[in-house]
């Protein structure tokens, strides 16, 4: 990243100056995107097609979501695991979307915990798992 950086410096041209800065926000906030929504929807994506077992839902835990150092509540995140068997035994982890309450989160967390489930497993490394949104549907209240 430094060697781009004086490369760019090499060249003293204001119009260069503002492509390459205009390049970098650009790439932060793409990369700041991405990870706060797209790859949850690329990875939910890239599994409806996969092969689906039958999982079920162990216990779970509602994990408190904080804004930055302020220390105020963001919201509430469900963190549950699973088991599932293709071939043999495997764990995995959900994570829903965000809450507004505690207890929307303990009501989502309670409909989930011991059900039954269709886990989506890669074709080349069934340890490796998904569980899509829209096959809880019927299992959770319209929000």
């Known amino acids: 990243m430094i060697s781009l950086f004086l490369i760019a410096r090499h060249h003293d041209s204001p119009m260069f100056d503002l492509i390459w800065g205009t ?18 929807k690329y990875e939910q994506w890239r599994a409806q097609n996969w092969p689906v077992a039958s999982g079920k839902f162990n216990e779970g835990e509602i994990i408190t979501m904080l804004k930055g150092r302020s220390k105020d509540i963001a919201g509430y995140v469900v963190r549950i695991d699973y088991c599932y068997v293709s071939g043999q035994s495997y764990d995995g982890v959900y994570f829903t979307k965000e809450f507004p309450t505690h207890e929307a989160a303990e009501e989502y967390l309670n409909r989930l915990e011991n059900q039954s489930i269709s886990v989506r497993i890669s074709p080349n490394k069934s340890h490796q798992s998904q569980i899509l949104d829209s096959d809880l549907v019927g299992l959770l209240p319209p929000r």
């Open 23 to 40: 390049t970098l926000v650009s790439l932060v906030v793409v990369s700041i995107f991405w990870n706060c929504t797209g790859s949850r």
